[in-house]
């Protein structure tokens, strides 16, 4: 039976620094129960992970970055839901921004901005400027598994303590 742990074998990202992106490094003890885990980078993917690991759907979140434009500023929020979910971005995220057009950044882009690989996007050290908009599912979940800014590991944290970071706002953001 699928669960959020799976397969993997977890222990204090605090402690391991060394399997996160340097800005979630930088930034973990704003969760200071997450765990993370090593993972084959070829299995970062949400779908492939999942089954790889026996991680269930209803426990794995996933964090993009989208950029809209209003009076020609330039925008950016990073949107986490569950993987089993589909936000919907053109229409909650692009009101709650108040951006007349919405899209996902460009993979160069979104790498840049963040300081993580893409694939490996997490709320977790994300710009200090950027919102961080938090499906209520994710909150509701439990444990749920996020990116950790690399490809090469995951985080498991209390999707709660997602709902709780500093610039976090909890919505219902799904279709």
Known sequence: MSSAEGTLVW???HQQRQLLAAVVADAITEVPTARVASIDPTLADTAAFCE???VAMEHSANCVVV?????GEARYAAVLVLASMRADINGVVRRHLDVRKISFAPQPQAVALTGMEFGGITPVGLPADWPVLVDTAVVAAGDVVVGSGLRSS???VVGADLGALARAEVLDLTL
């Open 11 to 13: 222990g204090p990202a």
């Open 52 to 54: 790889a690991y026996d």
């Open 67 to 71: 950029a809209g434009k209003r009076a």
């Open 154 to 156: 995951k985080l498991l």
